[in-house]
C-alpha cells in the first residue's frame, strides 16, 4: 500500500504516524479491517463467479450420469493427486509467511513466499503436462474430439467442464503467484513487520481460496468415476 | 470544468491538468469522470433508441433491414444497461457522495475506485470494437443457442466487453460495501446513515453477489463460440435453459441493481423538499434489504414460457408478487413523508412526483407479468418493453435526473435554471408516458417485440410512441445546455441551497478535496428537520 504524502494527518490523533497509514484512515488496525475485510468480500464474488460453473457441472452429472464416470476415468488421479499435496503445501508455506510477517523476521517471509511460489509453479507445471496428455488422446472438446468414443457428445460437455473449470482455477493461480512476486519484492525491501502486514495477510487470504477451489475441484473430477462406479451413481 | 471558481483547496481547484484527474484517487473527481462517461454512452444509446422508433412509424420494415434493426435494438440494450443504468447512480452520485454521507474522506479503497473506472472504460471499447466488427444482434439477452451456434455478429467480442464491465460494478460494490461498514464517522451508527447509503448497501450486496454469475456466463458463451467448447450446445447434450437461469440469476437482481439507488435518491429527496423525516425510517431502510434479497430469488419468472416445469414457475410467480411488498412500502412511506410537510416547489418535486407517478405504474404492471396465465399472452410482447422501461428509464433514469439536479450545486459549485429543470422534468414525464404507455396496449393487443415490421392496425400507437419519444428526446437535451451553461454563468452555490439536512450539505460547494475541514462527529438522527418530533429508531 503506498504510504500517503498528503498534509492533511488530523485524522492520526492518538497515533504514532505509521508511514503506510493512508489518509483517509484514522488509525493502522481500521486500514487492516478494511483491507480484510475487502478481500473477503472479493472472495464472496469469486465463489459466486465459481459456483456458476459448479451449478452447471451439477446439472450436467445429474443428467449423465454414465459420461461423467468415463470421463472421469480419462483424468490422471495420480497426477491430480500430487497437485492437491503440492497446493497444501504451498497453503502450509503461505501461512507461514503471513506469520513471519507478524513476528517481523523479514527472512521467514522471504523463504515462506519462494516456497509457496515454487510450490504454485509445479502446480502448473504439472497442470500442463495434463493437459498437453489430454491434448494427445483427443479429449479436448472442439473439431479435434474423438468422437468414436461411447457418449461422446456428452464426454465432451464433461470436457468442457473439466477445462473451464481447472483453467479459470489455473489462471488464478497465474494471478496467485504475480501477486506472491509483488509480496516478496516489498518482503525483501523490509516493508511488512508486526506494525504492518496487511498486504501479506490478504494475499494469503487469496491464495488459500484459491487452493480451496482445487480442493472442491479434485475429487469432483478426477475421484467421481471411482465413486460413481463403485456406489452405481 | 477547470474555470470554475472555487474555494482554495476545492476538489475541483488544483493540480489541474488531465493527467491529474485521470490518475485521482479522490473519489469525487472519479465521480465526474464517471458522470462524463455515462452521459456518453447515454447520448450513444439514445441513438440506438431513435433508430428503433423512427423504424416503428410505419408498418413496413423500410427504414432499415432486419438484420440492421437486430443490431440496433441489441446495442441499445446492452449500452444502456451495461453501459449506463448500472453504474448511473452508484458510479456518479454514489462515488460523491456515500463518503461524504457516512463523514469520511474517502472510499475505503481509492485506487481500486479508479481501477473501477478504468476497467469500465476497457470494457465499453471492447464493447463498441463488436460495433464496428460485425455489430450484435442476439439482444441484450445473448441467449443459446442462437448467440452461440447462430449468430454471425461479433458476438464473443461484445461477451468479452460485458465480462470486463462487470468487474468494475463488483469493485465499485465491493469498495460501498467496505466503506459502509468501516469508514462510517464516530457517532454515525447504522440506523443515522442516510437512506440513500441504505440503498446503495443493498444494491452493493447484489452487484457483488449476481456480477460474478454473469460474468461467467458470458465467459461460458465466450468459450463456446470460440474455443468451441460445449456447454449449452444441444448437439452435446447441452441445455440452453441452463443459461437462461444463470443468466437471469444476475440479470433479475440486476433490474434492482438499476433501481434501488433510484429508491436511495428519492428517499433524500422526498425528505428535503418535505422538510421531514422520512415516515417510517427502519422500514424504508429495511425494504431495500428485502428487495435486494427477494431480487435474488425470482429469477425464474423469466423462464415462464421456457420449458420451465410448472411448480417451479407457481413458487416463482409467489415469489416474484412478494417484491410488492417491499416496493410499496416504500411508495406509502415516501407519500406519507410528503403528506402534512412542508412541501417547497423546486424542481426537485418535479422529478420526485414524476418518479412515483411512473414507477408504481412499472409496478403494478409488473404483477400482471408476475401472474403465470397472464404472462403466456404478455411475454415477449411490447407490454414487457413498458413495463421494465417505466421501471429503468421511468424510475431509475428520472431519480437519476432528480439526483443529479439536487446535488449539481454541491457537485459543481453552481446554481442551474430551476425554472428550465422545471420544464425538462415535465416534458420528461409527458414524453415518457406518450412512448411507453401505448405500448402497453400494443403489447396487450398482441404486438411482440424485437420485430422491425408490424401489420397497419397498430400504426396509430407506434406513431404515438415515436412521437413521445421526440418529446423525450427534448426534455433529455434541455439539462445538457442548462446544466452545462451554469458550469460556466451559474450563480455560485451556497454550502446547503436547499436548506437540506446531511453531512453533505454541512461541507462547502464544491467540497474541499479531503471532504471535512475537521473530523465530522454525528449526535442526531439523520433527516432531523423537526429536533422536537425526532423518531428513535434502532
Not at chain 2, 193 to 200: H, I, R, S
Request: charged share 10%.
Amino acid at each position: 500500500m503506498a504510504s500517503s504524502s498528503t498534509p492533511l494527518e488530523t485524522g492520526a490523533q492518538g497515533h504514532a504516524h505509521n508511514p503506510n497509514l493512508q489518509h483517509h484512515f484514522y488509525s493502522m488496525s481500521q486500514q487492516l479491517e478494511a483491507s480484510t475485510l475487502g478481500m473477503w468480500v472479493f472472495l464472496v464474488t469469486e465463489i459466486m463467479f465459481f459456483g456458476g460453473m459448479f451449478m452447471a457441472y451439477i446439472v450436467y452429472r445429474i443428467t449423465y450420469p454414465e459420461a461423467w464416470v468415463l470421463g472421469s476415468h480419462h483424468l490422471n488421479v495420480g497426477l491430480g493427486a500430487l497437485n492437491t499435496g503440492v497446493l497444501i503445501c504451498s497453503s502450509l508455506t503461505m501461512a507461514l509467511a503471513v506469520r513471519s510477517a507478524q513476528v517481523s523476521s523479514r527472512k521467514g517471509q522471504i523463504v515462506n513466499l519462494i516456497l509457496t511460489i515454487v510450490f504454485g509453479a509445479t502446480f502448473l507445471v504439472v497442470k500442463f503436462f495434463e493437459y498437453k496428455e489430454k491434448f494427445e488422446h483427443h479429449l479436448v472438446p472442439g473439431p479435434h474430439f474423438d468422437m468414436t468414443l461411447p457418449d461422446a457428445g456428452q464426454q465432451q460437455l464433461f470436457f468442457s467442464l473439466y477445462f473451464m473449470l481447472t483453467g479459470v482455477h489455473a489462471a488464478h493461480m497465474i494471478v496467485g503467484i504475480g501477486l506472491m512476486l509483488v509480496i516478496l519484492t516489498m518482503a525483501i525491501r523490509g516493508r511488512f513487520s508486526s506494525e504492518y502486514y496487511t498486504p501479506v495477510e490478504i494475499s494469503g487470504l487469496y491464495w488459500h481460496f484459491v487452493d480451496i477451489v482445487w480442493i472442491f475441484l479434485f475429487p469432483l473430477l478426477y475421484l467421481l468415476g471411482a465413486h460413481l462406479a463403485a456406489h452405481g451413481g | 470544468m477547470s474555470d470554475v471558481a472555487h474555494t482554495q483547496d476545492s476538489y475541483l481547484g488544483p493540480p489541474y491538468g488531465l493527467g491529474a484527474w485521470l490518475l485521482t484517487k479522490d473519489h469525487k473527481r472519479i465521480a465526474i469522470l464517471y458522470l462524463i462517461s455515462i452521459t456518453i454512452f447515454f447520448a450513444v444509446g439514445a441513438m440506438f433508441a431513435a433508430g428503433i422508433r423512427l423504424e416503428l412509424l410505419t408498418p413496413k420494415g423500410d427504414l432499415w433491414t432486419s438484420d440492421t434493426y437486430n443490431k440496433l435494438f441489441t446495442l441499445h440494450g446492452v449500452v444502456m444497461i451495461f453501459f449506463f443504468l448500472v453504474p448511473s447512480i452508484p458510479a456518479v452520485l454514489g462515488n460523491f457522495l456515500l463518503p461524504i454521507m457516512i463523514g469520511a474522506k474517502d472510499l475505503a479503497f481509492p485506487r481500486i475506485n479508479l481501477l473501477s473506472w478504468y476497467i469500465y472504460i476497457a470494457g465499453a471499447i471492447i464493447t463498441l470494437t463488436a460495433v464496428f466488427t460485425g455489430g450484435l444482434d442476439t439482444g441484450w439477452t445473448f441467449y443459446v443457442p442462437y448467440s452461440t451456434l447462430s449468430s454471425h455478429t461479433a458476438v464473443t467480442t461484445a461477451a468479452v466487453g460485458v465480462f470486463i464491465t462487470g468487474f468494475s460494478s463488483i469493485l465499485t460494490g465491493l469498495n460501498f460495501i467496505v466503506t459502509v461498514h468501516r469508514m462510517r464517522a464516530p457517532g454515525m451508527t447504522w440506523f443515522r446513515l442516510p437512506l440513500f447509503v441504505w440503498a446503495m448497501y443493498a444494491t452493493s450486496l447484489q452487484m457483488i453477489l449476481g456480477t460474478p454469475v454473469i460474468a461467467i456466463t458470458v465467459l461460458l458463451v465466450a468459450a463456446e463460440r470460440f474455443l468451441h467448447l460445449g456447454f449449452f450446445d444441444p448437439s452435446l447434450g447441452g441445455d440452453p435453459v441452463l443459461f437462461q437461469h444463470l443468466f437471469w440469476f444476475y440479470s433479475h437482481p440486476a433490474v434492482y441493481i438499476m433501481v434501488l439507488p433510484g429508491m436511495g435518491v428519492i428517499s433524500e429527496l422526498v425528505a428535503a423538499v418535505s422538510r421531514k423525516q422520512v415516515f417510517g425510517y427502519s422500514f424504508v431502510a429495511f425494504s431495500s434489504l428485502a428487495i435486494a434479497l427477494i431480487g435474488f430469488l425470482v429469477w425464474g419468472h423469466h423462464l415462464f414460457v421456457s420449458s420451465q416445469s410448472i411448480y417451479a414457475g407457481l413458487v416463482f410467480s409467489i415469489l416474484t408478487m412478494l417484491v410488492a411488498i417491499p416496493s410499496a412500502v416504500k411508495t406509502f412511506n415516501w407519500t406519507a413523508t410528503m403528506y402534512k410537510g412542508a412541501v417547497t416547489w423546486d424542481s426537485s418535486v418535479y422529478w420526485v412526483i414524476g418518479f412515483l407517478g411512473l414507477f408504481t405504474i412499472g409496478g403494478l404492471t409488473g404483477l400482471f407479468l408476475a401472474a403465470m396465465g397472464m404472462d403466456i399472452h404478455l411475454s415477449d410482447s411490447y407490454f414487457v418493453i413498458a413495463h421494465f422501461h417505466y421501471i429503468m428509464v421511468g424510475g431509475s433514469l428520472m431519480a437519476y435526473l432528480g439526483g443529479l439536479h439536487f446535488w449539481w450545486p454541491k457537485m459543481t459549485g453552481r446554481m442551474f435554471n430551476d425554472t428550465l429543470a422545471k420544464a425538462s422534468a415535465v416534458l420528461v414525464f409527458i414524453g415518457f408516458n406518450l412512448t411507453f404507455f401505448p405500448q402497453f396496449v400494443l403489447g396487450y393487443m398482441g404486438m411482440p417485440r424485437r420485430y422491425h415490421a408490424y401489420p397497419d392496425e397498430f400504426q396509430v400507437l407506434n406513431v404515438l410512441s415515436t412521437a413521445g419519444a421526440g418529446v423525450l428526446a427534448v426534455g433529455y437535451l434541455l439539462p445538457a445546455f442548462y446544466l452545462t451553461y451554469s458550469l460556466f454563468k451559474g450563480a455560485k452555490a451556497p454550502a446547503n441551497p436547499w436548506g437540506a439536512k446531511g453531512l453533505e450539505w454541512t461541507v462547502p460547494s464544491p467540497p474541499p478535496t479531503f471532504n471535512f475541514e475537521s473530523d465530522p462527529v454525528v449526535n442526531e438522527p439523520a433527516y432531523n428537520y423537526n429536533p422536537g418530533r425526532e423518531v428513535h429508531v434502532g
